[in-house]
């Protein structure tokens, strides 16, 4: 057998160490920089992406991809706990966490016997989650403060958009084919959307605007709408603390200017809603957005039933404080709790997140997590300056606000994971933690 010459050996060797270098560089790489970002990534890619597209399903009655959330949401957040290290993300930092430990207790225990029980098990163990998946959330905010930056949010607000718009057009299409079961599109996006849009970039503001005017969602429509007042008054106080005069003016030029905007965009919907000819899908789509709005009005006019209008809602509310009593309204119900609506269907989260809330866990837990929220909103939004902040630090008061608006028509603060890592990361850039700004 032939040998190889030395040099020829040498010069093999010096190869496959230097693509060995490169590999463990890149390994490196993936592991120290980017795995936090792709297991956050991944949860977002879910949650405002993927979903949203399959949404369209939805609406004709085919298949409910919320499905696919609740089966990948713990292995996600799972996955999310080990790439930030589970010593760092699990480690109190925060009056709210020592809460939430609290509060995973006591519901374990006031409904030990719902967990006992084989058809409410589920349910216990999903507000059980809930809690639990809030408070590592929460860890994950605080230690993501200076990881993800305007780069990452900008490219993730391009993806939600573009699946938002994509979801909508093709709803549009099935209401046109008269498919749709009940119109409307996966506008909670928007939110997030509409936060950064309102921060750094007015033509996706327009964008989640233009979305919103055929969602025919009540909920982020108001949300959305708070948001931009919210960024301007935070602006105005920012550039204004020692001028009251000064304040008062530009906040009333900028409400006014939203306003206008706002019954410039109400006119329109007025104006299709009272076409008679709504071959359009679009003027179809506007008509109902504007009709779900105008039928509170006409409903509380008319004298009628509110409960219809509300979707149910109120209803939900009347069974939920029946099936409370004594130290329920204290401690709550305890997980697992549930109520019959009838036939069938049971539900273990009312849309009026306070309430529901308040039902599982207490009234004086409820009230203690919308007090931090309101009181982290409003340092946020008034804080001093803004100008040493990173793009994270400065969306949390604008979609935690969004959120909390959104939350008191839907139940959304614990199915939403990034209202706690809002929270975490408001939490400590308001205790003045030195930060870096990332790319």
Not at 219 to 246: A, D, E, K, T, Y
């Amino acid at each position: 057998m032939q040998e190889l010459p030395i040099v020829t050996i040498y010069k093999t060797s010096q190869h496959c160490q230097l693509v060995l270098a490169k590999i463990n560089l890149i390994m490196r790489f993936f592991l120290t920089v980017s795995t936090s970002k792709l297991a956050f990534g991944s949860y977002l890619f879910l949650a405002f992406v993927i979903i949203p597209l399959l949404s369209p399903l939805r609406t004709i009655g085919v298949w409910d991809p919320t499905i696919l959330r609740n089966i990948l949401l713990p292995p996600l957040l799972l996955a999310m706990l080990i790439a930030y290290g589970p010593a760092r993300v699990l480690t109190p930092r925060s009056i709210l966490q020592v809460i939430l430990i609290l509060i995973f207790i006591q519901a374990m225990m006031r409904g030990i016997s719902n967990g006992a029980n084989p058809e409410l098990l589920r349910n216990y163990l999903s507000h059980l989650f809930q809690i639990a998946s809030a408070y590592i959330m929460f860890g994950i905010g605080w230690v993501s403060i200076g990881r993800i930056g305007y780069t990452f949010w900008k490219r993730f607000v391009i993806l939600a958009l573009s699946a938002a718009l994509i979801s909508t057009l093709v709803t549009l299409i099935e209401l046109k084919e008269g498919t749709v079961l009940r119109y409307y599109t996966p506008a909670y996006g928007f939110i997030f959307i509409a936060a950064f849009g309102a921060l750094y970039s007015y033509r996706i503001s327009i964008l989640a605007i233009l979305g919103l005017i055929v969602s025919n969602k009540r909920g982020p429509i108001i949300s959305v709408f708070l948001i931009f007042i919210q960024h301007i008054l935070g602006v105005i106080w920012s550039r204004n603390r020692h001028s009251i005069r000064s304040l008062a003016q530009k906040f009333i030029i900028a409400v006014s200017a939203l306003l206008i905007i706002f019954v410039s965009v109400i006119s329109i919907m007025m104006w299709i809603g009272k076409l008679n000819n709504l071959d359009s899908p679009i003027e179809r789509a506007i008509n109902t957005t504007y009709t779900r709005f105008i039928s509170i009005v006409e409903a509380i006019e008319a004298g009628q039933e509110l409960d219809y209008v509300f979707s149910g809602r109120l209803r939900e509310i009347e069974k939920t404080i029946d099936s409370l009593e004594g130290f329920d309204y204290i401690f709550g119900a305890g997980a697992g709790w549930v109520i019959e609506m009838g036939g069938d269907k049971r539900i273990q989260n009312i849309h009026f997140t306070p309430l529901s809330l308040s039902a599982v866990y207490g009234v004086p837990f409820a009230i203690f997590l919308y007090a931090f929220f309101i009181f982290l909103i409003i340092r946020g939004t008034f804080r001093k300056s803004a100008s040493e902040l990173t793009a994270t630090e400065r969306i949390a008061p604008l979609y935690l606000g969004g959120a909390i608006v959104h939350s008191l028509i839907a139940y959304s603060l614990f199915i939403d994971f990034l209202v706690f890592f809002f929270a975490g990361v408001l939490s400590r850039s308001l205790q003045n933690v030195v930060t870096y700004h990332a790319r």
